[in-house]
């Protein structure tokens, strides 16, 4: 059970690298965000408390429907009477779940859309495509900002789209990416501080926090080896993450934007928020690539360092929940 687990998570990663992402109508984590948006409005009251038990009752009840599809698939594939056909399918079936949990090469495909733009002289494209992958106001912001915000996405979705679901599959199977998944589309969604999604969201956004506080600093951790490997600032990495990492709003976020700042030997700001680094807020196509190298190598590093030393613990006390 455990071999088939491990090989689940490489197969993802394969599919990952090669093909990347399906279309957003076939998408799981598409469908997601669609439940959350169609029951989100249902969950409007006069009442601060109402509107927050709602928020809890959407995560509740979106990652119940999910496991409970999950472990449905999984009854069905277990029917089947020819072991090694049934293995095989639940590789197959596996990992390209895990995969839909996963977002290496959409991210480098939306970080280098934005360089494209950047490249073409187009600022105006170039914002609004960085829009798409920030919270922030992108309708002001110069080069080098721009430059600086994809690479701070880059370095946030390492956690939220690659080690996060990867840490909860080693902890808890499918179930475990598939509720994380649920967690943090949710968050992107209606986690903000605003009028309107401040007490729906609010569950959501502390559902994320805590589920991100591990995965956070160990990937900011594996992401000083990444330096290494790749020939960067592995001690700048460290120092920075260390003397940096607690400096932005989320208590999660800055851990691996502070590793990549120091590795590149560079600076992030988000006006009016953060400064990450000691270098200077200049950018070039050469940072983003740099970022994204970072982001493949640390995904593979993790699994091995993390990952599966987790599910290898778990299998030999006994606790390892399948896939």
Request: glycine share 8%; with cysteine.
């Amino acid at each position: 059970m455990i071999v088939e687990s491990i090989i689940i998570i490489f197969f993802a990663l394969a599919i990952d690298f090669t093909i990347g992402d399906p279309k957003n109508k076939f998408h799981p984590t598409a469908w997601i965000g669609s439940l959350i948006s169609k029951l989100t409005p249902l969950l409007k009251n006069s009442s601060d408390n109402l509107e927050k038990l709602g928020g809890m009752i959407l995560i509740i009840l979106s990652s119940t429907i999910v496991v409970s599809l999950i472990i449905f698939l999984d009854f069905g594939i277990n029917l089947i009477t020819i072991d090694y056909l049934s293995i095989i399918i639940s590789v197959i079936v596996g990992g390209i779940l895990l995969k839909t949990t996963i977002a290496i090469k959409g991210m480098e495909k939306h970080a280098l859309a934005v360089v494209t733009s950047l490249e073409n002289n187009n600022i105006s494209s170039a914002r609004d495509h960085l829009s798409k992958i920030v919270k922030r106001n992108t309708k002001d912001l110069d080069k080098n900002h721009v430059f600086s915000g994809v690479i701070e996405s880059i370095s946030e979705n390492t956690v939220d789209g690659i080690t996060g679901p990867l840490f909860y599959f080693g902890l808890f199977g499918l179930p475990g990416a598939f509720v994380y998944r649920v967690v943090n589309t949710a968050d992107s969604m209606i986690g903000y501080r605003t009028n309107i999604f401040k007490n729906i969201g609010w569950f959501a956004a502390t559902c994320d926090k805590i589920l991100n506080y591990l995965p956070s600093r160990l990937t900011g951790i594996v992401m000083i080896f990444s330096a290494m490997i790749l020939g960067n600032d592995w001690r700048q990495s460290y120092k920075i993450m260390i003397r940096d990492g607690k400096k932005t709003e989320s208590p999660n976020a800055g851990y691996p934007m502070a590793a990549i700042a120091g590795a590149l030997g560079t600076k992030f700001e988000k006006i009016d928020h953060y400064y990450l680094g000691d270098g200077k807020i200049t950018f070039s196509k050469e940072h983003v690539k740099s970022a994204i190298s970072l982001m493949k190598v640390t995904s593979i590093i993790f699994c091995g360092i993390v990952v599966l030393p987790v599910m290898l613990l778990l299998s030999y006390l006994g606790w390892w929940i399948h896939a």
